[in-house]
């Protein structure tokens, strides 16, 4: 069945014949839910292969995950998906709204990770809900919910181990997941450094969009630098 184009900040979803979508990454880099929006000229194509290579990594870790191959330099095809409006944060150390919330210092560890969830409305503010809320929504079932979280950590944790022996070390991350033509979960939208909060291990260097969310340095070199550093440890753990 064909569906309707999905433009979002960063990605435009365009439907396939046999159930299949084309994702394109946009340059765009929004912040603040679209307050401050700026182009960065290769953020797309950047963040297109930052999210194949993870998304590969993590299928041969046993995560489900939508990704099916690479259409161009900054598209990606994928199975077709209703996106559940969950966004799943895994926290393993304090930043963010974590850290407005709660008065923590920033990088305090989270030991063991905390797994947030949050409603994905714009209009709203994504805010944090619970399970009852989800359940009060109609958003997910109770097994649903339980997956989303189990396969959030696992993911995360599959991702964290990866990062560390980078040198980088992997703050927080969300995921989002969908539901198959054929009811089947998987993880979807994207793992890149515009959904995830990176340091260098060594220097303390951001390596996220915190870079144009705070103005902390040059966001492309950061995308580059990371990719640089993830492809390394991406060849090391096949030689192992």
Known sequence: MERAAYEGKAKRVVSQPDGIAHIYYKDDATAFNGVRHELFEGKGTLNSQITERLFEYLAGHGIPTHHLGRVDERTLSAKWVDIIPIEAIVRYKVAGTLAKRTGLDYLTECDPPIIEMYYKRDDLGDPLINDDHVRQLGLATPMEVDWIRAMARQAADALRDLFFKAGIDLVDLKFEFGRTADGELVLADEVSPDTCRFRDLATGEILD??????DEGDLLAGYR??????DRALAADVQS
């Open 209 to 214: 969009k915190d870079l144009f969310r705070f």
């Open 225 to 230: 630098k990371l990719l640089a550093h993830l």
